[in-house]
């Protein structure tokens, strides 16, 4: 089987778990004998565009020009089965659904947030939860608070776009759905239920367990609003210094600052700044509990994998994707700093008897041998019977 994965990458300044597991799903495709035809771009390659591709950049969120022609050269050199679309925006577009059915290439599309409706692809805005352009004709208020980028401008052209590709999205041979969640969000958006796959994402197996370590580990690619850590160091703050051992807080981002005076005023919490694989690895080894926080409706965070592919149990927030990742291998609690502080104690306490359960349910569900069964299935059903070329 041939197969063309589609993503655009976001900015390497802007740490992506969506690149990540791209990457990791394009190797473990290529394990099981399937010839990936990568169709990446990448946000990086703006500034060294040229001034004439700069032009269009503009329009590219609804129409980007030279993705279709380089996408259609290369379905007509490598003939491949299905196109699987990850993120279009904005150097590839939802166009692309187009140009692949034009040469009668079914699609399918992994769906790793809600940017058929939102902007901004959170539902989060101002420190909230916003769903104000759910069931509108045109998302209007994305462009009233400058959702996309923070522009206007961009807001209207994305606000453009989720409007006028409404029905290519609803063209799309099949969705795989990361959650029983995602799959609601595309019932809603008029996906029929037999077009909708729901199969998370795997991460590669770290091996067996080390013993668990001790006190609790926060890390993530961005130290921003929406993934708690404000939420967080208000539930930590709520129990003496020392009480649950040390809270160890990796990343980096807008709300660094907090992170650093929280570790200035109290001795158990420890700023590790952004670390790479060999030491999250390392971090990982070091805790008993994995913090993840999120205050939107985080779709699969990976951070939550990587805690049960390690052994560790994970203490969350019962927002999106988190409860279900979670499941029997940790803790779940309202995104409200009273109940996450009353949930530290229990989860400092019950840590060695969930350990076992984490990776149980890694192994389970969430292992490439498990995760890429499902895929191959997924890509059989898309293409049985399509008449191509």
Wanted: aromatic share 6%.
């Amino acid at each position: 089987m041939k197969v063309v994965v589609a993503h655009n990458r976001y900015r390497e300044a802007q740490p992506s778990g969506e690149n990540v597991i791209v990457d990791q799903e394009i190797d473990q495709l290529a394990a099981a004998g399937v010839e990936v035809l990568p169709f990446l771009r990448s946000s990086d390659e703006i500034p060294s565009m040229s001034p004439a591709a700069k032009a269009l950049l503009p329009i590219s969120p609804i129409y980007a020009p030279k993705a279709q022609r380089d996408l259609a050269d290369l379905i007509r050199a490598h003939r491949p089965d299905v196109v699987h679309l990850h993120n279009p925006y904005p150097l590839i577009s939802p166009w692309i659904v187009r140009t692949a059915h034009r040469f009668g290439v079914p699609v399918l599309q992994t769906v790793h947030n809600y940017r058929q409706v939102c902007a901004s692809g959170l539902y989060f805005r101002d420190g909230g939860i916003c769903h104000d352009c759910r069931g509108r004709a045109l998302p209007l208020p994305a462009i009233k608070h400058r959702c996309y980028r923070g522009s206007a401008a961009q807001s209207a052209v994305m606000a453009t776009a989720l409007t006028l590709h409404r029905p290519t999205w609803r063209a799309v041979d099949g969705y795989l759905a990361l959650t029983d969640a995602i799959k609601d969000h595309l019932l809603g958006y008029g996906i029929p239920a037999d077009r909708i796959t729901v199969k998370p994402n795997a991460i590669p197996d770290p091996g067996q367990p080390a013993p668990l370590g001790d006190g609790f580990l926060f890390f993530s690619g961005r130290l921003s609003e929406e993934k708690g850590i404000r939420l967080l160091l208000d539930a930590w703050r709520r129990h003496p210094d020392g009480a649950h051992g040390t809270l160890r807080v990796a990343g980096d981002g807008d709300l660094r600052p907090l992170v650093e005076e929280a570790a200035a005023q109290r001795r158990d919490v420890e700023f590790l700044g952004r670390l790479d694989r060999p030491a999250i690895d390392a971090a990982l080894r070091a805790t008993a509990v994995v913090l993840a926080t999120p205050t939107w409706h985080d779709v699969l965070p990976t951070v939550v994998l990587e805690a049960l592919a390690a052994g560790r149990p994970v203490l969350g927030t019962s927002l999106g994707g988190v409860p279900y990742e979670v499941g029997d291998a940790g803790w779940t609690v309202p995104a409200e700093a009273a109940a996450l502080a009353a949930a530290l104690p229990v989860a400092a306490a019950e840590a060695a008897a969930k350990a076992p359960l984490a990776r149980a349910r890694y192994e389970r569900t969430f292992h490439p041998d498990v995760v890429t069964k499902q895929l191959l299935d997924t890509y059989a059903r898309v293409t049985k019977g399509t008449v191509r070329y």
